[in-house]
């Protein structure tokens, strides 16, 4: 499986971007998704999941009521939108496939990894 993310920029404060990770074939119907980023010099964190029928999510306290996870099956692609940029926001977000249909937040639980796209965002 290969995941391919794209909508990252340079954005200033305030604004807004969605993301988007199309997988190259049908294997995340039944799989939860993932968003989690690395900042330079940090780890990388946990941002939003989605469980495979995209009824439930969790988010990291630091992006609730600011970023929304979405999904559309049909595309197998799972989104991020992203209100309210901080420059703290400023990162590589990747998109992730999970070995397990609920929603999980810890990184070990996902197998497949997208190649990461860039996110800055000015002060």
């Known amino acids: 499986v290969q995941l391919q993310a794209s909508g990252g920029g340079l954005v200033q404060a305030g604004d807004s971007l969605r993301l988007s990770c199309a997988a190259s074939?049908?294997?995340?119907?039944?799989?939860?998704l993932g968003w989690f980023r690395q900042a330079p010099g940090k780890e990388r964190e946990f941002v939003a999941t989605?469980?495979?029928?995209?009824?439930?999510?969790n988010y990291a306290d630091t992006v609730k009521g600011r970023f929304t996870i979405s999904r559309d099956n049909s595309k197998n692609t799972v989104y991020l939108q992203m209100n309210d940029l901080k420059p703290e926001d400023t990162a590589v977000y990747y998109c992730?496939?999970?070995?397990?249909?609920?929603?999980?937040?810890?990184?070990?639980?996902?197998?497949?990894w997208g190649q990461g796209t860039l996110v800055t965002v000015s002060s």
């Open positions: 989605i469980s495979w029928r995209g009824d439930a999510t």
């Open positions: 992730a496939v999970s070995l397990y249909s609920t929603t999980t937040s810890r990184r070990e639980s996902y197998r497949y």
């Open positions: 074939r049908r294997t995340t119907s039944n799989n939860a």
